[in-house]
């Protein structure tokens, strides 16, 4: 089944607009942290921040910069008609970044010990979309 099917009448999925300015930057090599500081609405570099500095055993750096990505994110989902609930699917590649970042939320959180916000995270990035929890998050 894809998450693009409606079949219980909720709201139909959300798809954030491509920012090409970003994919341009990332794509021509540009450091996450320059892209971010030019465009600090877009999500996606935040969520490569985040990675980086998880990957790096930066937890409360990776923490922060997720923190900002998924921010940016939930705003940008409201400007795109988001209700605070719906399917934000994972196949829409402007989503991704949006759901990398609250997939790092929800690493960062459980390495520190913030257990309420771990389940928190992984519960709404299995409402937003089961495949991205499946592709982000560790099993």
């Known amino acids: 089944m894809s998450t693009g099917t409606n079949l219980l009448g909720g709201p139909p999925p959300t798809h954030l607009p491509a920012v090409p300015e970003v994919d341009a930057a990332l794509a021509a090599g540009t450091d996450p942290d320059a892209v971010a500081a030019a ?26 910069f997720a923190r900002t990505g998924y921010h940016r994110g939930l705003d940008a989902l409201r400007r795109a ?15 991704r970044g949006f759901l990398r970042a609250l997939a790092v939320l929800q690493q960062a959180a459980q390495a520190i010990g913030e257990e ?4 928190r995270c992984t519960t709404f990035l299995n409402d937003c979309d089961p495949a991205a929890a499946r592709e982000l998050l560790p099993s």
């Open 81 to 95: 008609g988001w209700r605070g609930h719906g399917p934000v699917p994972w196949a829409h590649e402007p989503n």
């Open 116 to 119: 309420e916000e771990a389940v």
């Open 39 to 64: 465009h600090p609405a877009a999500s996606l570099p935040w969520a490569l921040l985040a990675e980086r500095a998880l990957a790096a055993g930066q937890t409360i750096t990776a923490y922060a």
